[in-house]
């Protein structure tokens, strides 16, 4: 038990560390910001792909490919609805101006913020089953890989907020918060690793999805529209490269 309790702080911890990196970096730029951002996405598809949605397959069995369909799609669909029915989610962070561009701005930053949370969760509970089953060896890989992946999560996630007008304790919290629900997830697998083993395809699928959506709907359109598109691209790859890495690294 005292393992799995320093392993969900330690991955906790990681998103923090990336936390108070990402707040060294000071004036920011919109196309410097756009950057970053685009290199989030980058980490996120290569963590959707190869780190939610392959696993999803591998967990799910004979069903795996199926679990996965369904997955992805619910987990793209709840955040559409999610992003329609609280289409102002800058009201929530104490941002209203009359500027409509930088709300908007907002609201697709915390919707990103929002689904990497989501996506902190199925990670949790993936790192969590691998101690309630024994499988401690596996499940300190896991562990550490979710571990390393937070930390540049953490890093990217700050400077979009502040962008967007969020103030610099809210940005702390929210951004903490990912961690924290990470650590929740690790513990709950522990606890519950007959019901979470049946879940965790689903749940890592729909996670991937959510990501998939924000990437798509949200991130890319926004790092292309000020002129920056070729550096945007470009930075997406390097952030889908770098996590792929790490992946392989620790794999």
């Not at 756009?34 to 290569?46: E, N, P, Q, V």
């Not at 990497?116 to 596996?138: Q, W």
Request: hydrophobic share 55%.
């Amino acid at each position: 038990m005292e393992i799995v309790l320093l392993t969900a702080f330690g991955v906790g911890c990681a998103t923090l560390i990336g936390v108070c990196i990402g707040f060294l970096f000071k004036n920011i730029s919109h196309k410097f910001s756009d950057i970053i951002m685009s290199f989030s996405a980058g980490i996120m598809l290569s963590a959707a792909v190869f780190g939610l949605i392959q696993p999803s397959i591998e967990y799910g069995g004979q069903y795996g490919i199926l679990y996965m369909v369904i997955g992805v799609l619910a987990g793209a669909i709840v955040l559409y609805l999610v992003d329609k029915a609280v289409p102002h989610l800058h009201k929530f962070v104490g941002i209203e101006t009359e500027d409509h561009a930088k709300n908007t701005r907002a609201s697709k930053v915390l919707l990103f913020v929002f689904a990497i949370a989501i996506h902190n969760l199925p990670e949790g509970i993936a790192a969590g089953v691998g101690f309630g089953t024994g499988n401690v060896n596996n499940a300190l890989v896991i562990a550490g890989g979710i571990a390393f992946q937070n930390i540049p999560e953490g890093i990217v996630i700050i400077a979009p907020m502040l962008l967007a007008g969020i103030s610099k304790k809210r940005t702390f919290l929210y951004a903490s918060l990912t961690g924290v629900v990470e650590v929740i997830g690790t513990l709950l697998g522990y606890f519950a690793v007959s019901i979470s083993t049946a879940i965790l395809p689903f749940a890592l699928a729909f996670a991937g999805g959510t990501m998939l959506y924000v990437i798509s709907d949200e991130m890319i359109p926004e790092t292309h529209a000020h002129g920056g598109q070729r550096g945007a691209t470009f930075a997406l790859l390097i952030g889908f490269c770098f996590m792929l890495v790490f992946d392989v690294l620790l794999g």
